[in-house]
């Protein structure tokens, strides 16, 4: 989308003229001109806003002008007089409500049809119009355009009602006081979203004058929201409607909200909490922005040298790509994310099988419909991380260049732009967030709805029904999928383990219907059988402790840290269920039902008392609400780029199989994946006895599953499932820290720097090469060393990838020049002494310190344009040598009076044979390259 967009006034300006209202003087009057349009508004006949018909001069697809009778407003007449005239910029560009988004697609649609100076023209003008109508248009900043709702005290005082069963409940011992916290933040959080719904309908309502019939000037305030001149919803509602929770420093969220907005007026009380808040705001940005700074740093010193070498490397391989969905809402669709790619294979039409977008062929604005007609689900496409270029990477791989709309030209610095991209909104992040005042943003999700209208089939169904009468899902692979017509699967929605369900197979849902619904705040263990409970090694003082709450004396049983007390070392503390023969009751799936706490479970049931299948045994609290701030973002963006293990990280399962539980290793618990087929080993896990696990003994499990919850390691991820689902997990991961402050970024900038950060090869099986088992090589050796080995028939080495962090990747590159002027210089220099390393000047950096031209853009051009020169002199050499060998060889003695002209004819064929070649490394076509010849 373009850079060039106007803001504030010129927005305001436009939204204004092409606003539409009902009964203005003159509706419905038609006019032939614009002179006519003109005169009509300076005499007062119609105003900006009537809606009239007029002629509009246009041109038909053969560039031949027409005319046409459009519907439209004085206002909007105006606009479309400043439109340039292309067959492909219909009237419809400018025939809406003209907000910041529609004004910035217009210039698109112009700069796509029209080009530069069309664009550069057309902004002018709309940039002069829109700021002499914001002029006249008189829109001011008034204290009744605040209009607080009368709805507000009502819901105010209903919510406070429902903190008061909350505490009331707490006083009764139901629920904990983390429980009773994250309940009282939810329901006041939920209390102002209503308090702001209710403010924005009363200020965007358009009323109607009794007296005259024409509708009321449209609020103001809400006009620089709405068109995006100014201002936000979030910020109106500090000023209408109640300012909200707000943050402790600490990133906690104080329990009581401020329930007055701006235009009432805080309490003391209130005015101390906010302006708490606001402070912290400030005082991080200072601190963020040398953050954010260092990052960039940082991913422009690793991905210097990611330079496009080349039009087409000739890969087939590629990575897939699907619309992201999260929690049932579409958050960018496959188009989106397509456009600009070029697919490794066909794109085929899922029902009929024929082309849609041919391999090889880059996906642009006309395609997109095509793609959503089809319906296609998925597209393999080209990826920087699949590239097969040796230096660099090919432009086919890379794709559209961002920064202009058409393929990406030879000699793009892509890396560094890959860089800046994620790096610069680091900083605008860490600006962003004093901008709501502290203003807490609680982020939970409590359900899942359907995206879609079908039929519900439940996948891996394992439901009981418990004591209450609810479905309740036991297992850990349940998925809901909606069917379509014919079929065809629309979407699959994974279940969560505790979960209520809220549909059963064979139900039809419509579209934004609650499927399943759960507690975002606990994972319950639940009972898989009916019978009576029995605690097992819940020791009083070593396993479980009576924690008696100070505010209401009620007694909640909590599972202790056992191992640290010298008699617990042999405790397993469970809950069993009897069966009515009073033996421990069998699961269907083979074991005994007994069911392992983990540290910091609270237990929901007492000793003795009769349990049905699917109610809750024990509560496992999760982390309390706390805000989603970029705070928590920068390092995470940092922590998944510098690819570090995440302190409580998840166990991922490396092969499919059935889980065993084996004897316990000090304070550690045994488990072990046995695979179906014998002849393989089984794999062994040791986990620490306090962590939840997510599955009981005689589950299933399938490879790449997680055994205990937590954000998994980005190695382990490489290691067990490839490079395509690291890349997926780290661009799904890196971009939702984004997309929660609303910033996009392409996937291709994050694609960039993890091929950057998977340069480097461990080695498993050195073959004949000269390589040790357990090194870890640069790719490009790791290859070269191979050909070698292949060609002289020997055996080749075997290697895995190997993720490296940003700085260890920037630290290990192949040049020793650009890893010393980043960090830690003394100990590159000498390292690069002991080994002898040659540094051949490949990347920007190293060239720019020794003082050379860079080889990308121009200085790309020159250094090939030299290389290829030297590459024709010695040829050149060669042939002359040798012709004059022979001329010496046939006249010994006569040589020195030979005619000159007799080596030409050879000469000149060694001449078009580096011609030929010149073409090929030139062989740019299409790439918007003129070659100096």
């Known amino acids: 989308s373009p850079i060039i967009v106007p803001s504030q006034d010129i927005v305001l300006g436009l939204y204004y003229v092409s606003l539409m209202k009902e009964n203005e003087p003159g509706e419905g009057m038609i006019f032939g001109s614009m002179a006519e349009i003109e005169q009509a508004l300076e005499s007062g006949v119609v105003t900006l806003h009537s809606k009239i018909r007029a002629r509009y001069h246009t041109v038909d697809k053969d560039n031949n002008p027409i005319r046409i009778i459009v519907d439209a407003t004085p206002g909007r007449m105006l606009l479309a007089d400043l439109l340039p005239r292309h067959p492909e910029v219909p009237?419809?560009?400018?025939?809406?409500?003209?907000?910041?988004?529609?004004?910035?697609?217009?210039?698109?649609?112009?700069?796509?049809?029209?080009?530069?100076?069309?664009?550069?023209?057309?902004?002018?003008?709309?940039?002069?119009?829109?700021?002499?109508?914001?002029?006249?248009?008189?829109?001011?900043?008034?204290?009744?355009?605040?209009?607080?709702?009368?709805?507000?005290?009502?819901?105010?005082?209903?919510?406070?009602e429902q903190v008061k069963t909350y505490e009331q409940q707490y006083a009764e011992g139901l629920i904990t006081q983390g429980e009773k916290y994250n309940k009282v933040v939810d329901t006041w959080a939920k209390c102002t979203d209503t308090v702001a719904e209710q403010m924005m309908a009363r200020i965007s309502a358009r009323t109607v004058n009794e007296e005259t019939g024409r509708e009321n000037p449209i609020n103001s305030i809400y006009m620089m929201a709405h068109s995006g001149a100014r201002g936000s919803a979030a910020q109106m509602k500090q000023l209408a409607g109640m300012r909200g929770l707000m943050a402790k420093p600490s990133g906690e969220i104080i329990e009581t909200p401020i329930i007055s907005n701006f235009k009432e007026g805080l309490t003391v009380m209130e005015y101390f909490n906010s302006t708490h808040g606001a402070r912290k705001g400030l005082a991080d940005t200072a601190l963020k922005t040398a953050n954010s700074g260092y990052l960039t740093?940082?991913?422009?010193?690793?991905?210097?040298?990611?330079?496009?070498?080349?039009?087409?490397?000739?890969?087939?391989?590629?990575?897939?790509?699907?619309?992201?969905?999260?929690?049932?809402?579409?958050?960018?669709?496959?188009?989106?994310?397509?456009?600009?790619?070029?697919?490794?294979?066909?794109?085929?039409?899922?029902?009929?099988?024929?082309?849609?977008?041919?391999?090889?062929?880059?996906?642009?604005?006309?395609?997109?419909?095509?793609?959503?007609?089809?319906?296609?689900?998925?597209?393999?496409?080209?990826?920087?991380?699949?590239?097969?270029?040796?230096?660099?990477?090919?432009?086919?791989?890379?794709?559209?260049?961002?920064?202009?709309?058409?393929?990406?030209?030879?000699?793009?610095?892509?890396?560094?732009?890959?860089?800046?991209?994620?790096?610069?909104?680091?900083?605008?992040?860490?600006?962003?967030?004093?901008?709501?005042?502290?203003?807490?943003q609680v982020s939970h999700q409590s359900f899942v709805e359907s995206g879609h209208a079908g039929t519900v089939k439940i996948r891996n169904a394992n439901l009981v029904k418990d004591s209450k009468g609810r479905l309740v899902v036991m297992g850990r692979n349940t998925a809901v999928v909606i069917m379509g017509k014919g079929d065809k699967e629309l979407a699959v929605h994974k279940m969560s383990y505790g979960s209520h369900m809220l549909v059963d197979s064979g139900d039809t849902v419509k579209r934004g219907q609650q499927l399943?619904?759960?507690?975002?705040?606990?994972?319950?263990?639940?009972?898989?059988?009916?019978?009576?409970?029995?605690?097992?090694?819940?020791?009083?003082?070593?396993?479980?402790?009576?924690?008696?709450?100070?505010?209401?004396?009620?007694?909640?049983?909590?599972?202790?840290?056992?191992?640290?007390?010298?008699?617990?070392?042999?405790?397993?503390?469970?809950?069993?269920?009897?069966?009515?023969?009073?033996?421990?009751?069998?699961?269907?799936?083979?074991?005994?039902?007994?069911?392992?706490?983990?540290?910091?479970?609270?237990?929901?049931?007492?000793?003795?008392?009769?349990?049905?299948?699917?109610?809750?045994?024990?509560?496992?609290?999760?982390?309390?609400?706390?805000?989603?701030?970029?705070?928590?973002?920068?390092?995470?963006?940092?922590?998944?780029?510098?690819?570090?293990?995440?302190?409580?990280?998840?166990?991922?399962?490396?092969?499919?199989?059935?889980?065993?539980?084996?004897?316990?290793?000090?304070?550690?618990?045994?488990?072990?994946?046995?695979?179906?087929?014998?002849?393989?080993?089984?794999?062994?896990?040791?986990?620490?006895?306090?962590?939840?696990?997510?599955?009981?003994?005689?589950?299933?499990?399938?490879?790449?599953?997680?055994?205990?919850?937590?954000?998994?390691?980005?190695?382990?991820?490489?290691?067990?499932?490839?490079?395509e689902e690291l890349a997926f997990y780290l661009v799904k991961e890196i971009q939702e820290v984004y997309r929660l402050q609303g910033v996009t970024i392409n996937d291709k900038h994050i694609e960039v720097i993890v091929r950057q950060m998977l340069q480097k090869v461990e080695i498993t099986d050195a073959g004949d090469s000269a390589f040790l088992n357990g090194e870890q090589v640069d790719r490009l050796d790791f290859d070269d060393e191979n050909d070698k080995v292949e060609a002289a028939g020997g055996r080749i080495a075997q290697g895995n990838p190997v993720l490296l962090g940003i700085t260890k990747a920037s630290l290990q590159t192949r040049s020793f020049i650009s890893a010393a002027s980043f960090q830690e210089t003394t100990r590159v220099l000498t390292e690069a002494a002991i080994n002898g390393k040659i540094d051949k000047l490949e990347g920007?950096?190293?060239?720019?310190?020794?003082?050379?031209?860079?080889?990308?853009?121009?200085?790309?051009?020159?250094?090939?344009?030299?290389?290829?020169?030297?590459?024709?002199?010695?040829?050149?050499?060669?042939?002359?040598?040798?012709?004059?060998?022979?001329?010496?060889?046939?006249?010994?003695?006569?040589?020195?009076?030979?005619d000159e002209g007799a080596g030409e004819a050879p000469v000149a064929e060694a001449e078009t044979e580096v011609e030929a070649e010149v073409e090929s490394v030139e062989g740019g076509e299409g790439t918007g390259e003129t070659t100096p010849e």
């Open 516 to 723: 399943a619904e759960w507690d975002p705040f606990t994972r319950p263990i639940l009972t898989e059988v009916n019978g009576t409970v029995e605690y097992e090694d819940l020791v009083e003082g070593v396993a479980m402790n009576e924690v008696v709450d100070e505010t209401t004396g009620i007694a909640q049983r909590h599972v202790m840290d056992w191992r640290s007390s010298p008699r617990g070392a042999d405790l397993r503390p469970a809950l069993a269920i009897r069966g009515e023969d009073g033996e421990i009751a069998q699961l269907e799936r083979g074991g005994e039902s007994r069911y392992l706490m983990s540290v910091d479970a609270i237990l929901s049931v007492e000793n003795g008392v009769k349990v049905q299948a699917g109610d809750v045994l024990a509560r496992i609290p999760t982390e309390s609400a706390k805000t989603k701030d970029i705070t928590g973002g920068l390092p995470r963006v940092a922590e998944l780029f510098e690819a570090r293990r995440p302190k409580d990280c998840a166990v991922i399962a490396e092969i499919d199989g059935y889980i065993r539980f084996g004897r316990d290793y000090k304070n550690k618990r045994r488990i072990s994946i046995v695979p179906e087929d014998e002849t393989m080993d089984p794999v062994e896990y040791l986990i620490p006895k306090g962590k939840h696990l997510h599955v009981q003994e005689g589950d299933y499990i399938e490879k790449g599953e997680y055994l205990i919850e937590g954000h998994p390691a980005p190695h382990d991820i490489l290691a067990i499932k490839g490079v």
């Open 91 to 160: 009237f419809d560009t400018i025939n809406q409500e003209m907000t910041k988004k529609a004004i910035s697609k217009a210039i698109d649609v112009v700069y796509r049809h029209c080009g530069q100076k069309t664009t550069v023209i057309f902004c002018d003008k709309i940039m002069a119009l829109g700021f002499s109508r914001a002029c006249r248009a008189g829109i001011s900043f008034g204290k009744d355009d605040m209009v607080i709702p009368e709805t507000k005290a009502g819901i105010v005082d209903a919510t406070r």
């Open 844 to 898: 920007l950096k190293e060239n720019v310190i020794v003082g050379r031209l860079i080889p990308a853009g121009t200085g790309g051009m020159l250094t090939d344009m030299r290389h290829i020169a030297g590459k024709r002199d010695q040829l050149i050499l060669e042939e002359r040598a040798k012709q004059q060998a022979k001329i010496d060889a046939a006249q010994p003695e006569v040589a020195l009076f030979a």
């Open 297 to 440: 740093r940082r991913l422009v010193d690793v991905a210097q040298d990611s330079i496009v070498t080349e039009f087409d490397c000739g890969t087939e391989k590629g990575i897939t790509i699907n619309s992201v969905v999260d929690s049932g809402e579409v958050v960018s669709s496959l188009a989106a994310r397509a456009l600009g790619r070029v697919p490794s294979v066909d794109v085929l039409n899922p029902e009929t099988g024929d082309v849609v977008i041919p391999a090889g062929h880059e996906i642009d604005e006309y395609d997109l419909e095509k793609i959503e007609k089809a319906g296609v689900e998925e597209i393999l496409i080209r990826s920087a991380l699949t590239c097969e270029t040796r230096r660099g990477i090919c432009a086919k791989c890379y794709g559209r260049d961002l920064a202009r709309g058409t393929p990406v030209n030879i000699g793009e610095a892509v890396g560094v732009v890959a860089a800046q991209s994620i790096g610069e909104p680091g900083t605008q992040l860490t600006m962003r967030t004093f901008h709501i005042g502290g203003a807490a």
